[in-house]
C-alpha cells in the first residue's frame, strides 16, 4: 500500500487552515428524510467549494516553488491545484474539455491559472496536458495517480473519527479514487468495523467495473473518468468493501433533499453519499459521508 498512515495524519495538521476541521453533524431533519442515522460532512464551505484543496494543498508542500505545473481536470481539481500553485508560488496550467462548465473555467482563471480548453473529453485533455509537460518540462500532476493527493484527502477521516461516533458505514463518491481511497486507508486502521462503500454515478461506471475486475466497454454518459488510473484501481481493490451505482434521478433528489433539510447547495457529485444511502440498503445503524462540492 502506497499510502502513508503517518502522511495521512500530517496532511491533518499542515494543509491550509482554510481546508480542514469542515463542518460535521447529524442533522436530524436530514436522518429523518432517509430513515437513518447520517453523519455529514460538509466540503463545501471552504473558497474552493470542494474537498479538492486538501489533497492539492498537501502535494503543493513537495513541489519546488516557480516550477509549472500542468493537470488536466473538468474543474474543482483545477482550481485547488490553481490555488495551491498561488499560495506555494508555482504557476499553474489546465487543460480542459470544451464540454467543461464554464463557470468552473472562470473560476480556475480567476485564480491564476492558464486554462487551456481544447475539443474531445477529458481523456484527450488529460493526454494534451500529458504531452504538453513532457515537452515544456513541467511537473504532470494526475489527479488520483499521486499517493500525496490521496492522503491529503485522507484528513478527512481524520476528523471525521473526532465525532466519537462507531460508525457502521462510510459512504463516499468515488469520482478518479482519491477521496475514497484516502479515507479508507485512515478508516481501515483506526476504524476497522467500518464498511467502506464507493458511489459511481450509473452513467459512469468505469472506476466500479474496474474495481470488480472488469472493464467498461459501453459509454459514459457524463463528464467523468472513462479511462481508470492504474494506481487508483490498486488501491481501490485493497480497501473498499463494495461499489453501488446511483442513477440521474437519484443524484437529483438527494440534492433537493440536502436543500430541504441542511440547506446546502451540492453539485451532482457531491450529492452521490446520499443518493446511495436513499437508494440502497446500506448496512448498519450509523452512516457518515462526504458533502464534497457545491460548484453547481
Given at each position: 500500500?502506497?499510502?502513508?498512515?503517518?502522511?495521512?495524519?500530517?496532511?491533518?495538521?499542515?494543509?491550509?487552515?482554510?481546508?480542514?476541521?469542515?463542518?460535521?453533524?447529524?442533522?436530524?431533519?436530514?436522518?429523518?428524510?432517509?430513515?437513518?442515522?447520517?453523519?455529514?460532512?460538509?466540503?463545501?464551505?471552504?473558497?474552493?467549494?470542494?474537498?479538492?484543496?486538501?489533497?492539492?494543498?498537501?502535494?503543493?508542500?513537495?513541489?519546488?516553488?516557480?516550477?509549472?505545473?500542468?493537470?488536466?481536470?473538468?474543474?474543482?481539481?483545477?482550481?485547488?491545484?490553481?490555488?495551491?500553485?498561488?499560495?506555494h508560488g508555482f504557476p499553474v496550467e489546465v487543460f480542459a474539455s470544451a464540454q467543461a462548465i464554464p463557470a468552473k473555467i472562470t473560476?480556475?482563471?480567476?485564480?491564476?491559472?492558464?486554462?487551456?480548453?481544447?475539443?474531445?473529453?477529458?481523456?484527450?485533455?488529460?493526454?494534451?496536458?500529458?504531452?504538453?509537460?513532457?515537452?515544456?518540462?513541467?511537473?504532470?500532476?494526475?489527479?488520483?495517480?499521486?499517493?500525496?493527493?490521496?492522503?491529503?484527502?485522507?484528513?478527512?477521516?481524520?476528523?471525521?473519527?473526532?465525532?466519537?461516533?462507531?460508525?457502521?458505514?462510510?459512504?463516499?463518491?468515488?469520482?478518479?479514487?482519491?477521496?475514497?481511497?484516502?479515507?479508507?486507508?485512515?478508516?481501515?486502521?483506526?476504524?476497522?468495523?467500518?464498511?467502506?462503500?464507493?458511489?459511481?454515478?450509473?452513467?459512469?461506471?468505469?472506476?466500479?467495473?474496474?474495481?470488480?475486475?472488469?472493464?467498461?466497454?459501453?459509454?459514459?454518459?457524463?463528464?467523468?473518468?472513462?479511462?481508470?488510473?492504474?494506481?487508483?484501481?490498486?488501491?481501490?481493490?485493497?480497501?473498499?468493501?463494495?461499489?453501488?451505482?446511483?442513477?440521474?434521478?437519484?443524484?437529483?433528489?438527494?440534492?433537493?433533499?440536502?436543500?430541504?433539510?441542511?440547506?446546502?447547495?451540492?453539485?451532482?457529485?457531491?450529492?452521490?453519499?446520499?443518493?446511495?444511502?436513499?437508494?440502497?440498503?446500506?448496512?448498519g445503524e450509523t452512516i457518515a459521508t462526504v458533502l464534497t462540492g457545491s460548484n453547481v
Amino acid at each position: 500500500m502506497d499510502l502513508d498512515l503517518e502522511n495521512i495524519a500530517r496532511a491533518a495538521k499542515i494543509i491550509d487552515p482554510v481546508f480542514r476541521d469542515s463542518p460535521q453533524y447529524v442533522d436530524e431533519q436530514l436522518c429523518a428524510e432517509l430513515d437513518r442515522r447520517i453523519l455529514v460532512k460538509v466540503e463545501t464551505t471552504n473558497p474552493l467549494r470542494s474537498f479538492k484543496g486538501r489533497g492539492a494543498d498537501f502535494l503543493a508542500t513537495s513541489l519546488t516553488a516557480a516550477h509549472p505545473v500542468v493537470c488536466a481536470s473538468a474543474g474543482n481539481f483545477g482550481q485547488a491545484l490553481a490555488y495551491a500553485g498561488r499560495t506555494h508560488g508555482f504557476p499553474v496550467e489546465v487543460f480542459a474539455s470544451a464540454q467543461a462548465i464554464p463557470a468552473k473555467i472562470t473560476r480556475m482563471r480567476s485564480l491564476g491559472a492558464t486554462v487551456h480548453q481544447i475539443e474531445g473529453d477529458f481523456t484527450g485533455a488529460k493526454d494534451t496536458a500529458r504531452r504538453h509537460a513532457e515537452r515544456t518540462g513541467a511537473i504532470f500532476i494526475e489527479d488520483g495517480k499521486d499517493p500525496a493527493i490521496s492522503e491529503g484527502a485522507g484528513s478527512i477521516a481524520v476528523e471525521l473519527l473526532t465525532a466519537g461516533l462507531a460508525l457502521d458505514a462510510a459512504v463516499l463518491p468515488v469520482g478518479d479514487g482519491a477521496l475514497i481511497t484516502g479515507m479508507a486507508r485512515w478508516l481501515k486502521e483506526h476504524s476497522p468495523s467500518t464498511k467502506i462503500i464507493g458511489v459511481c454515478a450509473q452513467g459512469a461506471p468505469v472506476l466500479a467495473h474496474a474495481w470488480a475486475g472488469r472493464t467498461h466497454t459501453g459509454p459514459v454518459d457524463t463528464i467523468a473518468v472513462r479511462v481508470p488510473v492504474p494506481e487508483a484501481v490498486t488501491r481501490l481493490k485493497a480497501l473498499v468493501d463494495d461499489i453501488v451505482l446511483v442513477d440521474d434521478d437519484a443524484i437529483r433528489r438527494a440534492a433537493d433533499t440536502a436543500l430541504h433539510t441542511l440547506g446546502l447547495v451540492l453539485e451532482p457529485a457531491g450529492a452521490a453519499g446520499l443518493a446511495a444511502i436513499a437508494a440502497h440498503d446500506i448496512p448498519g445503524e450509523t452512516i457518515a459521508t462526504v458533502l464534497t462540492g457545491s460548484n453547481v
